[in-house]
């Protein structure tokens, strides 16, 4: 049987050791809240990443949209150009072809004439 001094001797450390218990479950439960918070920080930044990311594709798939459209713009331009040597040219022929026409409808009026 044991002693009034024992039997407190074992209710102390027993009491001691359900204190060191409890101490050691709120730790726990702490550090699995902690957890559970990164866990949710972790999923937020891996939605954020994502959304970034395909904002990224929008952005680049626009370059390249407009990269194309000042390629295409630049083609045109340059066939533009053409196209206008070509119509100043054949302004001057006809302006030519004009004066050409008028100088001999008045040379043959000239000589009709005389």
């Known amino acids: 049987m044991l002693t009034d001094p ?3 001797e074992i209710e102390i450390d027993y009491e001691l050791e359900r204190k060191i218990m409890q101490e050691k479950n709120v730790l726990f439960n702490e550090v699995e809240q902690s957890t559970a918070r990164i866990h ?9 990443v ?4 395909q904002n990224l594709d929008v952005i680049s798939e626009e370059l390249m949209t407009a ?3 000042l390629q295409d713009t630049n ?3 340059d066939e533009a ?3 206008q040597k070509k119509s100043r040219k054949k302004y001057i022929i006809l302006i030519a072809i004009i004066v050409i026409l008028v100088l001999g409808g008045v040379g043959v009026i000239v000589i009709l004439t005389t």
């Open 6 to 8: 024992q039997q407190a």
């Open 40 to 48: 949710e920080i972790m999923n937020d930044v891996a939605v954020m």
């Open 50 to 53: 994502d959304e970034q990311g």
């Open 67 to 69: 990269n194309r459209n």
């Open 75 to 77: 083609t045109q331009m």
């Open 81 to 83: 150009v053409i196209l």
